[in-house]
């Protein structure tokens, strides 16, 4: 205590009291604070469903659209002031919104952020498959592009067997070992399908112009989003799937115009999908410190943050060092 | 005193035959012992010194890879993701550059943070000099040769950044482009003339190249050769202190001393941009891609130094455009472009001749004033940083508002506002520092220092005791120099009648402009060093013995 009792009354004590003070109250809040994950975590009940996609439940999807989207758009689709017609765009859009957590949405004033599904593959297949067959106005729509790889396997879709129901270690162990080849084999499948589509694309050129004359003005060029007009953004593309892009282009969310297949055809979406994401993969050429690929605005402020601060912390150093009689 | 040695036979030997040919050892030994002031602030200056040399070997080497042409071909070098795309040949050679030459992606980038750093250290230097007023008689040449660099130096900078015809490249030349096209009447003749055609021609990349490292660096050259040699002659001004007056110079003698640390120094940006190139990419060219006039991209920026004509060009309204004649003046671009960049250039060359003129002040300064003591430059140098500092924020806006989720066009409104309020209130802020300061220097200089020291009175009321200041802040608080202007002098002779020059319009605004410019200065002329009334008072009570007594 002796040492702060010396230092309180120091000219720079005050500052360091507020500093530490809002320090304090920052990381408080940003460790207490519920994010958007943490209500995820307890929204997502123990979804244990098995996984296939021919087994669809039209009855429980009519349950989900019900509960989570029909008070903003209605119990036929037909919307309300909050929520848009869901008629005419097709189980793409549905697959898309509701596949990047961005529909059920919390707040239908603003832009929803990218998030984790609310809900697990077996229920949106549901509930897709309950907007086909109800909502639906005929054909109207892009279908989901079922041909282009999605997200990997998710690990808690395949369930590890549990120990109370095996008779001895032996045969428990079996199991386990069993679900986890079942899921490598899965990983491994999925890899396969993800490298034949992005490899397929053989074209950079041709990605590269599509990229950079339709998406990158507002998704910027290495795909990190970028600010629009009416205080909306371009979300960063770096976590999305190449069928959540695909299904983005073809449905066209939010401020998006839609590219449909016949103005971008779809191996010319693969090809654009192929550059993009390649391009993210790209490793950092020039240093372990990308700056995030904002680009010249973080090189301007480490050159003067660090780059000069440094030097003149250097002048500051020799030039303080001098003998008497200099 | 030091012995005297004789230099080695052999070494003597040529020493004493160079000399007898050019008579080089008394002017070498005087130069020699040239004395260089001790204080950080002087060295900022050689930052540029050095970043401009590490320049010039690093752009060299780059020379001897780059192909200035924007022929096309297909790219079928070692980076395999673009193997197969047409590109202008002067992209592929950068991409040679990166990946197939020997350290090449090093020297690349130390090329750029060492361009980056030495436009900032431009910038520091620059502020060192206005703040101390070290651009005043006789140094004002220095200054313009000083602006002259800034400017050639941004210019420099952005040709080559222009170079490797990547996509930011070419954004930017398209906005040079649009910038020259605004100009009336000569603006499409101009552009035509430059790039050989319309936009992008083929000739543009050869041109700038031509430019950015024969012509401009040979006068940035040239510039500071004499912008050195100039200093050389007049030598540094000094901060206040004893012994330090407008005849005399105290420092350290240039050798050994000086030039040992200054070679040390040298080595030190080095080490800092090398250090920088090593570890932080910049300007990742590979991964933007080649240009085309078909791309763009949101998220790019010019280097910072051309940030703050970005800025205002974003952020000045377009509602001013016209016609005249059938022929559009695109005054929204001419003026944030052209007219921003001129004001800039403009105010930092004129204001020496105008601060003299204001203040009629035709005597040499040598000994560097502390910027508190001339509260409206030091005021209009803050108004200054102020406005150049909006504008280089609102250049960067759409990552503003992308990283804390502002509304786009709110940023456009708050920079439109901020631009005009923020340098008034950085001006009138400043100006009251610096009075406060004064004036807490001139009751340093009456009472000496508070020393933490309280002692209670034998009638009960407690005092701080104050002690007597060093003889080197006596001096350096005691020599603040009174701020006069000969405008404000007796305009009226012994007959009565006002002399002409005072009558006229610019003789007024003069005289306003010399009133604004003095008054409000607290003056130390009158004070006595240690003549405080608190200081005597402590000395009153009977603890007065264990004071030194003076």
Redesign the interface.
């Known amino acids: 205590m002796k040492w702060i009792t010396a230092r309180r009354r120091h000219p720079l004590a005050g500052y360091v009291v507020v500093i530490l003070a809002l320090a304090l109250f920052g990381v408080g809040y940003a460790a207490l604070a519920p994010t958007a994950d943490q209500a995820q975590a307890r929204t997502l009940a123990a979804d244990v469903s098995s996984q296939d996609d021919a087994d669809v439940d039209v009855a429980e999807g009519r349950a989900i659209f019900d509960q989570t989207c029909a008070t903003c758009h209605n119990y036929d689709g037909s919307g309300t002031e909050t929520g848009p017609d869901l008629r005419d765009v097709g189980p793409a859009a549905i697959d898309f919104q509701v596949s990047t957590g961005r529909m059920p949405s919390m707040n239908p004033n603003a832009q929803m952020p990218r998030k984790d599904m609310v809900m697990s593959e077996q229920e949106l297949a549901n509930l897709i498959a309950y907007y086909n067959a109800e909502i639906r106005s005929g054909e109207a729509g892009a279908e989901i592009p079922t041909d282009v790889p999605d997200h990997a396997p998710d690990r808690e879709s395949f369930p590890s067997p549990l120990r109370s129901d095996f008779e001895d270690e032996e045969s428990y162990e079996e199991a386990l070992e069993e679900a986890e080849n079942e899921y490598q084999a899965a990983l491994e499948a999925y890899e396969a399908e993800y490298d034949a589509y992005i490899a397929g694309a ?4 041709m990605g ?2 599509l990229y ?2 339709n998406c ?7 795909g ?8 909306r ?2 979300p960063e593309i770096h976590d999305a799937s190449p069928r959540e892009i695909y299904e983005a282009m073809v449905s066209g969310p939010g401020a998006m115009p839609m590219f449909s297949d016949t103005v971008i055809e779809p191996d010319e979406k693969q090809e654009l999908i192929s550059y993009v994401k ?2 993210q993969t ?1 490793p ?8 995030q ?5 973080a ?6 943050t ?3 601060a ?3 912390a ?3 150093w ?3 060092k ?2 008497a009689h ?1 | 005193m030091s012995k005297t040695t004789q230099a080695p036979k052999a070494l003597r030997g040529v020493g004493n035959f160079i000399d007898d040919r050019f008579h080089l050892a008394k002017t070498g030994e005087k130069n020699l012992r040239k004395v260089f002031p ?3 602030s ?3 200056g ?2 540029a010194l050095y970043s401009f040399i590490i320049l010039l070997v690093t752009g060299v080497f780059l020379t001897l890879w780059f192909k200035p042409s924007m022929a096309e071909i297909v790219y079928d070098g070692s980076y395999e ?6 590109m202008s040949e002067a992209y592929a050679s950068t991409l040679f550059i ?2 197939d030459v020997r350290g090449g ?1 090093l020297v690349r ?1 130390i090329h750029h ?1 060492a361009a ?2 030495f436009l ?2 431009l910038v ?1 230097h620059m502020l060192r000099v206005f703040f101390t007023g070290a651009f005043r008689k006789p140094r004002e040449i220095n200054w313009l040769i000083g602006v002259g660099i800034f400017s050639i130096a941004i210019v420099e900078g952005l040709f080559g950044y222009s170079l490797p015809d990547d ?2 490249s070419g954004m930017g030349v398209r906005i040079l482009q649009g910038v020259i096209l605004s100009l009336p009447l000569v603006g499409t003749y101009i552009s035509m003339f430059l790039f050989g055609g319309e936009f992008p021609g083929e000739e543009i990349i050869t041109r700038l190249y031509m430019l950015h490292i024969l012509l401009l660096p040979a006068l940035l050259l040239a510039l500071i050769v004499a912008h050195f040699m100039i200093l050389w002659h007049q030598k540094h001004t000094q901060y206040p202190g004893i012994g330090h007056t407008d005849k005399t110079v105290v ?2 003698p240039m050798f050994p ?1 000086f030039a040992v ?1 200054a070679g ?2 040298f080595f ?2 080095f080490a ?2 090398a250090g ?9 060219i ?4 080649p240009f ?1 006039p ?11 130094y051309m ?1 703050f004509l970005e800025g205002s060009l974003r952020i000045f309204p377009n509602t001013l455009d016209f016609d005249i004649f059938g022929y559009a003046v695109p005054v929204a671009v001419l003026i944030p472009g052209l007219g921003v960049m001129g004001l800039l250039f403009g105010a930092l060359g004129a204001w020496p001749f105008i601060e003299q003129w204001i203040t009629g002040d035709k005597r040499a300064h040598n000994v560097a004033d502390r910027p508190r003591n001339a509260p409206v430059r030091t005021g209009l140098g803050v108004a200054g940083i102020t406005a150049y500092g909006i504008l280089w924020l609102a250049g ?4 503003l ?2 990283t804390f ?1 502002i ?4 940023t456009t409104y708050i920079f439109r506002v901020l631009i005009i309020v923020g340098p008034v209130v950085g001006f009138i802020i400043t100006k009251r520092i610096c009075l406060g300061l004064q004036r807490r220097d001139r009751e340093t200089l009456e009472h000496g220092y508070e020393s933490g020291v309280i002692q209670q009175l034998p009638s009960g009321e407690f005092i701080e005791v104050h002690r007597e200041s060093s003889d080197e802040t006596v001096e350096i608080l005691s020599s603040k120099p009174t701020i006069t202007s000969t405008a404000l002098d007796e305009t009226v002779d012994e007959k009565g009648v006002e002399s002409p020059q005072a009558r006229k319009g610019m003789g007024k605004l003069r005289r306003r402009l010399a009133l604004w410019y003095t008054r409000d200065n607290v003056t130390v002329s009158d004070v006595q060093a240690h003549s405080g009334h608190h200081l005597h008072h402590s000395h009153s009570a009977e603890e007065s013995d264990k004071e030194p007594a003076h």
């Not at chain 2, 991209?297 to 910072?304: A, F, M, N, R, V």
Request: one cysteine or more; proline letters at 4%.
């Open positions: 053989d074209n950079t050129d590269m112009k950079l004359t990158a003005h507002c998704h910027s060029w290495s990190g989003g970028g600010a629009l007009t009416d205080g953004w371009a390649t391009l790209e950092n050429a020039g240093g372990p410190i990308d700056l690929r904002v680009g010249q605005v090189e301007g402020f480490i050159s003067w660090i780059g000069l440094l030097i003149v250097c002048a500051i020799i030039t303080a001098q003998r200099d | 001790n204080h950080w002087f060295m900022l050689e930052i993701r673009l193997q197969g795309v047409p990166d990946f992606f980038q943070w980056l750093i900032a250290s520091v996509l930011p420092g350290t001393a640390k040390g120094f030190f940006t800092v941009t920088l190139s090593a570890f932080v990419q910049v300007n990742p590979h991964l933007f891609g085309t078909t791309s763009i991209t949101s998220g790019l920026q010019p280097d910072w940030g960067s806006n759409d990552i508002s992308e989720s509304n786009l066009y709110l």
